[in-house]
């Protein structure tokens, strides 16, 4: 979820007007997820006509099971960020996920803004995560969304040190705030079209979970991903993110 990030980033915009460019260039840099400053993370390659869904800060209980319900009807597979801290409170529902054949994805232990943290903390939140992941899951997790998508060289570099592919998007809505999901579906189905115009695939996040809620309601994201399904099956392919690697 973005919307405490988004209150720094603006705080950090006004901040940084008055330090001048260089600060203003580097709170971009770190917290714009298009920026490549400080080095490549997977976004999504130019592959018009392919959709990686994404869905981050679970697993939740209370909606996870009927997205899985969604995906598996449509024979969609799909990439779960999850958190340790709720995969370790809900360690048969990461197991399904894994076990339909979603990949799964590290999203940090306790979703800190790892931008902000020193070195130590942000190894414990992504190995403590992997450790925890792997062992339910049973098999090595190889991507990593930073928490609001804030990252600086060490997060990245210590990401890849741990074997991880660090990795961010391009389709977002607030999904997480948005109560009707024809909304949802219908700005990520226009951006998605305006990325296909420009010879790119998309890497679509919304929500499943809540880092602040571990039962967060979520209908209105579920809901969501199953209108975008239903609208791109015939004109488009659903790939999780080991497809761009
Ligand atoms: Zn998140």
């Not at 969604?70 to 996920?97: K, Y």
Request: net charge positive; with cysteine.
């Amino acid at each position: 979820m973005l919307t405490p990030l988004h209150s720094q980033f603006s705080a950090g915009l006004g901040a940084a007007a008055g330090l001048g460019l260089a600060a203003g260039a580097c709170a971009y840099a770190a917290l714009w997820p298009n920026s490549h400053i400080f080095g490549a993370a997977l976004i999504a390659p130019q592959r018009p006509g392919e959709l990686a869904l994404t869905f981050d800060d679970g697993p939740n209980p209370a909606w996870t099971p009927r997205l899985l319900d969604i995906l598996a009807r449509n024979s969609v597979r799909a990439t779960f960020f999850l958190l340790g801290s709720h995969a370790q409170a809900e360690p048969e529902l990461a197991r399904c996920i894994a076990a339909a054949g979603h990949l799964i994805g590290n999203h940090s232990w306790s979703h800190p803004n790892l931008a902000l943290c020193g070195r130590k903390r942000i190894q414990e939140e992504l190995s403590r995560t992997r450790d925890e992941l792997e062992q339910i899951a049973g098999a090595p997790v190889k991507f990593f969304r930073p928490p609001f998508g804030a990252r600086r060289p060490a997060v990245l570099s210590l990401a890849r040190e741990l074997g991880m592919v660090p990795v961010l998007w391009n389709a977002m809505t607030s999904d997480w705030r948005e109560p009707a999901a024809a909304r949802i579906a219908q700005r990520l189905t226009a951006k998605i079209d305006q990325l296909t115009h420009q010879n790119r695939a998309a890497n679509i996040v919304l929500h499943d979970g809540g880092h602040l809620d571990s039962a967060a309601y979520r209908e209105p994201s579920i809901a969501a991903a199953g209108l975008l399904i239903a609208r791109c099956k015939q004109t488009h392919r659903f790939v999780t993110l080991d497809a761009w690697t």
